[in-house]
T-cell receptor
Framework: AQSVAQPEDQVNVAEGNPLTVKCTYSVSGNPYLFWYVQYPNRGLQFLLKYITGDNLVKGSYGFEAEFNKSQTSFHLKKPSALVSDSALYFCAVRQGGSASKIIFGSGTRLSIRP | DARVTQTPRHKVTEMGQEVTMRCQPILGHNTVFWYRQTMMQGLELLAYFRNRAPLDDSGMPKDRFSAEMPDATLATLKIQPSEPRDSAVYFC????????????????FGEGSRLTVL
């Protein structure tokens, strides 16, 4: 069975500092991994994905994520946080191949203080 | 600008009433998902369809929830009878999913239907 864990409910970072939002996953076979962001009273928006290839993937708004197969992790990172990055972030996993099911982690609230 | 459209955006109803939420997925997307978001449970997968066929609805309470996709432009989620514990934001999302890595399944979400059952 697929599962996704986001161990931190909240991450607090000062503006200008690097940020990391953690995600670990469990899935059979090769995973397709995603990060989404949700602003208040809005739907989720796609940020970036890992399918295959380079373990470091880059996405929207300066975010990147690092896939680590041995640790089954896909942590979201940004070198320098902005106050506008404050939002709810979700990690998601889909089993590769013909499977369609996509499940999400519980979400991590990122708060960037000026 | 293609987007997923959900109606209603807000619904307040009384316990025992029927609630129907509707979703218009993005034209050409072959997979439609229904998720429920609550503070306690996060984002739960309720059901999903591929090419209008239901693939998995194991996340739904079977006795009161039903999900259908009568045509390619409409997906519905129905609750009958509704209960206060059903209060949540319900999201519909659509995407292109296929075995090839060309369609990897990033999803486009609607703005959600916020349901309050009194």
């Amino acid at each position: 069975a697929q599962s996704v864990a986001q161990p931190e409910d909240q991450v607090n970072v000062a503006e200008g500092n690097p940020l990391t939002v953690k995600c670990t996953y469990s899935v059979s076979g090769n995973p397709y991994l995603f990060w989404y962001v949700q602003y208040p009273n809005r739907g989720l928006q796609f940020l970036l994905k890992y399918i295959t290839g380079d373990n470091l993937v880059k996405g929207s708004y300066g975010f990147e994520a690092e896939f680590n197969k041995s640790q089954t992790s896909f942590h979201l990172k940004k070198p320098s946080a902005l106050v506008s990055d404050s939002a709810l972030y979700f990690c998601a996993v889909r089993q590769g191949g013909s499977a369609s099911k996509i499940i999400f982690g519980s979400g991590t609230r990122l708060s960037i203080r000026p | 600008d293609a987007r997923v459209t959900q109606t209603p955006r807000h619904k307040v109803t009384e316990m025992g009433q029927e609630v129907t939420m509707r979703c218009q997925p993005i034209l050409g997307h072959n997979t439609v998902f229904w998720y429920r978001q609550t503070m306690m449970q996060g984002l739960e997968l309720l059901a999903y369809f591929r090419n209008r066929a239901p693939l998995d609805d194991s996340g739904m309470p079977k006795d009161r929830f039903s999900a259908e996709m009568p045509d390619a432009t409409l997906a519905t989620l129905k609750i009958q009878p509704s209960e206060p514990r059903d209060s949540a934001v319900y999201f519909c999302a659509s995407g292109l999913v296929s075995p090839s890595s060309r369609h990897t399944g990033e999803l486009f979400f609607g703005e959600g239907s916020r349901l309050t059952v009194l």
